[in-house]
């Protein structure tokens, strides 16, 4: 029976031990989208313009589904992404005064994930539990360990093996999502720039981008896995493996209140 995103979130955030929701990223392409989102969603509009990474704030920390359109997408790298503003000179020219050669810049600026220009109305990113319509993204923040049990989860579900994942020299949230959804493909990038300061990433978080058509096999494949193996449930112990220093024995049960209480941890 096929799970709700709401029961497929709460297996996500307890199994993994998240911090953050799972963000479910929907491309609005046409006007008629845009208006059936709004009208069966509860959502919020950016009341400025703001980054792409500041609107998945709200999702991924304060459970809002939010909807943005071209006008309030504070961030040029951003809507090259999304297809809402061409590559010019003046990209050219910044990313070549950082990296003292046009020849790299063009290759950087050029080679970018990005949507075709106007394909879209606009980008809704919400928790993964809230949404309504069907998500074409799930994008999450999670540490380094979380990012791999995340990526193995994918790679059995899927068989899929290696996993190449796309890293640009920014716009790691925005341009992965779209290499995500393009390629209907795992993506994990670490922060850029953009995402460490707007986006707050501070505790060192990675983006992990699975296609929302692949999700629900990735999380019944971590379900098959804890109930074939329940005692290597994620995170698990964190210790060293085959130490021989960490060691825990089988303590006594205390039957009666006249019972000697064990010291040492049962190891008499």
């Given at each position: 029976m096929p799970r709700s995103y709401r029961e497929m979130e709460d297996i996500l955030m307890r199994e993994l031990h998240l911090y953050h929701h799972p963000i479910a990223v929907t491309f609005l392409s046409t006007e008629d989208e845009m208006n059936l989102f709004k009208e069966i969603t509860p959502h919020v509009i950016p009341a400025r313009p703001l980054t792409y990474c500041q609107w998945e704030i709200a999702a991924r920390m304060q459970g809002q589904t939010v909807v943005g359109e071209k006008k309030q997408l504070g961030c040029h790298n951003a809507r090259i992404?999304?297809?809402?503003?061409?590559?010019?000179?003046?990209?050219?020219?910044?990313?070549?005064?950082?990296?003292?050669s046009r020849e790299v810049a063009e290759l950087i600026v050029g080679s970018k994930p990005r949507l075709p220009l106007d394909s879209l109305q606009g980008v809704?990113?919400?928790?993964?539990?809230?949404?309504?319509m069907d998500p074409h993204v799930i994008h999450f923040y999670c540490d380094n360990f979380?990012?791999?049990r995340l990526a193995v989860e994918y790679m059995a579900a899927t068989k899929t093996h290696p996993l190449r994942p796309m890293i640009c020299e920014s716009s790691s949230a925005c341009g992965g999502g779209v290499f995500c959804w393009r390629e209907q493909s795992f993506n994990v990038t670490p922060s850029c720039t953009g995402s460490y300061n707007s986006?707050?990433?501070?505790?060192g978080e990675v983006n992990v981008f699975i296609p929302a058509s692949r999700l629900e096999e990735t999380v019944e494949f971590l379900e098959q896995r804890l109930r074939r193996m329940p005692e290597n449930t994620f995170p698990?112990?964190?210790?060293?493996?085959?130490?021989?220093?960490?060691?825990?024995?089988?303590?006594?049960?205390?039957?009666?209140?006249?019972?000697?209480?064990?010291?040492n941890g049962g190891d008499s």
């Open positions: 992404s999304f297809g809402w503003a061409g590559i010019d000179e003046d990209d050219i020219e910044a990313v070549a005064q950082e990296y003292a809704a990113v919400g928790p993964l539990g809230n949404a309504v979380q990012s791999h986006g707050k990433t501070e505790r698990g112990a964190d210790i060293c493996k085959n130490c021989s220093v960490i060691v825990f024995r089988k303590g006594f049960q205390k039957m009666d209140e006249g019972a000697a209480v064990p010291q």
